[in-house]
């Protein structure tokens, strides 16, 4: 296999290393910072430092766009005229509903976001395992080349990240909670301490392990992190908003001094986090299931789309075109028992014959 990479920071650099080692690539790379570029080769992040996009992309099954949320527009452009026809073209940004509205109905670009980084950037900080149990998004369209979808998806699975498929506008509103407002408020924590620090003394405080918890995103990549928030604003405004309504309600149950609620809030808080934090975990055994369907344009968006608003997540997926392409059958393979069978009642649902499969 070949792939393009483009931009070889942190991200970049890590696909490129779980690329050359995990999917046998040969990667080829750019970045429009030479010195970069040449960082990358000597820390075996490439194979070869292309001299243009183009060079990048010639030849590439897959061209990964990895630079920051505000250029993706425009490199991915660049990408998917300087590729051939059968080159799968997807993106890492966190912010997608505006890419996808603007290439959403090219076949060969598929909209996606690894869930992986580190607090400290540059490819001298890629690694081969970053996104090793990661959730890696990917946002298809009904226009979406089915087989294309399929190489992506395969892609991410070997890079060690479990794919699943959302809509983009869902994709925002939920990165919006979970990943955005996270360094909205560590960065307002840290300006509440030190205008409280400020009202005090000039003396700063003794800082605790919560504290220190709460705000490790503050501040974090300003340039990056601007381009976020404006490429977000609308769904990380209104999360603010909600934020704060429920600020309200605490500051008004904290005043009432009711303990057994408070306790109640408090322990309520502690269930939710376990809850949030189990759904990442894998759901069992994998289960397999052979989907038939009709060769149409969309199918295979819809069906990955449909499981994934239902919570199921396909963990690997092999398609199988009848000879005369009119048809063909579609194996997907879920974790758990329990998964397997909400996804049999989804697909069923949808009009499609569906059978089990080993693995």
Request: with cysteine; glycine share 10%.
């Amino acid at each position: 296999m070949k792939v393009g990479v483009l931009g070889v920071g942190l991200i970049g650099g890590s696909i490129g290393l779980a690329a050359r080692g995990r999917l046998q690539a040969e990667v080829a790379g750019f970045d429009p910072d030479p010195e970069l570029l040449e960082r990358a080769l000597e820390l075996e992040a490439i194979d070869r430092a292309a001299r243009s996009l183009g060079e990048a992309c010639a030849g590439a099954e897959i061209v990964f766009c990895a630079a920051p949320v505000a250029v993706l527009p425009e490199l991915a452009a660049e990408a998917i005229a300087a590729s051939a026809e059968g080159t799968a073209v997807t993106d890492v940004g966190s912010v997608k509903r505006e890419l996808i509205a603007a290439f959403g109905s090219e076949p060969r670009f598929l909209g996606g976001h690894p869930l992986a980084g580190a607090e400290t950037a540059g490819v001298e900080n890629a690694r081969a395992d970053l996104f090793d149990g990661a959730r890696w998004y990917l946002t298809p369209t009904p226009e979406t080349e089915g087989l294309l979808y399929d190489r992506v998806q395969r892609a991410v699975a070997e890079l060690g990240a479990r794919p699943q498929a959302i809509d983009a506008e869902t994709h925002d509103r939920l990165m919006a909670t979970v990943s955005h407002l996270p360094h909205v408020l560590a960065n307002v924590l840290v300006a509440q301490a030190e205008a409280a620090v400020a009202e005090e003394s000039e003396r700063l405080p003794e800082v605790g392990p919560s504290f220190r918890d709460a705000t490790r995103v503050a501040g974090a990549n300003p340039s990056i992190w601007t381009d976020i928030f404006g490429g977000n604003r609308d769904a990380v405004a209104a999360e603010i908003e909600a934020v704060a309504a429920r600020l309200e309600q605490v500051a008004e149950l904290l005043r009432g001094g009711d303990a057994e609620a408070i306790a109640g809030w408090h322990a309520g808080a502690a269930e939710g986090r376990r809850r949030l934090l189990e759904a990442e975990l894998m759901g069992g055994p994998l289960q397999g299931l052979r989907v038939m369907v009709s060769n149409r344009p969309g199918v295979v968006a819809e069906i990955a789309l449909a499981l994934g608003r239902a919570g199921v997540n396909i963990e690997d997926m092999g398609l199988y075109p009848a000879v005369d392409m009119s048809s063909g059958a579609i194996d997907l393979y879920v974790a758990g028992a329990d998964e397997a069978e909400r996804a049999v009642r989804i697909l069923r649902e949808l009009g499609h014959d569906v059978s089990r499969v080993e693995r």
